[in-house]
């Protein structure tokens, strides 16, 4: 089914900001869309925004809307993740996921990266 890889991540202090890049196989990115999800210690996975590679159509978590951009480079196959005005509750694994369109239903998941917003 290929693989999802992502990068960027890392450690920065409340108000700061992190993006983050998914690059996808060939089946993945012509067969779901795409969405960033994220899990913090001790809680269930969340869908935190989702894009259609084919449309121009972007869906937001709540607790992103107005923070958090997801944005698509079709030539590269990549989605990215633009987080601006981190929180501390913003901590976690972020995974990229191919997803069922118009759902937060994953079909592939990549690694995780670790995200880290200190107070």
């Known amino acids: 089914q290929g693989q999802l890889v992502e990068s960027g991540g890392g450690s920065v202090q409340a108000g700061g900001s992190l993006s983050l890049s998914c690059t996808a196989s060939e089946f993945i990115y012509g067969s779901y869309c795409m969405a960033w999800f994220r899990q913090a210690p001790g809680k269930e996975r969340e869908g935190v925004a989702w894009?259609?590679?084919?449309?121009?159509?972007?869906i937001y978590d709540d607790s992103v809307k107005g923070r958090f951009n997801i944005s698509k480079d079709n030539t590269k196959r990549t989605v990215y993740l633009e987080m601006n005005s981190l929180k501390p509750e913003d901590t976690g694994m972020y995974y990229c996921a191919g997803t069922r369109c118009g759902f937060w239903e994953a079909k592939a998941w990549g690694q995780g990266i670790q995200v880290t917003v200190s107070s």
């Open positions: 894009i259609a590679p084919r449309h121009t159509l972007t």
